[in-house]
């Protein structure tokens, strides 16, 4: 009876969903120029500035004048290569909005996918990886 459900289950669900459940997932791709709303604090007060975040296929992250090497070992971890080790982040990824907390983050920190990648400067080398660095 068990092996009858099951048939019917898959005449009524269709071929793919035997597939849909023993295939792995396709990772998401982060990769692109990402803005974000950020507040600034001066003298002068406080303000909310837009700041550009460019994640790159090469494992290279450009923030300001700052490049580090990203990894992303899970869909909701990612990791940044900060001053020769990784600092590890909370990652939320739905469509072109992307979320991150934890790490070294006192709040998180929204970003929106405005466009592809922009190349880095052949003059700017990607950061090396911590775990191969001696």
Do not use: C, H, N
Request: aromatic share 6%.
């Amino acid at each position: 009876m068990r092996i009858r459900s099951f048939v019917l289950a898959l005449a009524v669900l269709g071929p793919g969903a035997l597939v849909a459940q023993t295939a792995p997932k396709p990772k998401a791709d982060i990769t692109g120029t990402w803005q974000a709303k950020v507040k600034e604090k001066s003298k002068e007060g406080s303000r909310t500035v837009m700041k550009e975040v460019v994640v790159r296929a090469d494992s290279s992250a450009s923030y300001e004048k700052e490049t580090v090497r990203w990894r992303w070992p899970a869909p909701t971890s990612l990791w940044l290569a900060l001053g020769g080790e990784w600092e590890k982040f909370k990652v939320d990824l739905k469509g072109d909005k992307l979320t991150l907390s934890e790490g070294d983050l006192q709040e998180p920190i929204s970003l929106k996918r405005v466009g592809p990648p922009k190349p880095r400067a052949a003059d700017v080398p990607v950061p090396p990886d911590p775990d191969t660095q001696q």
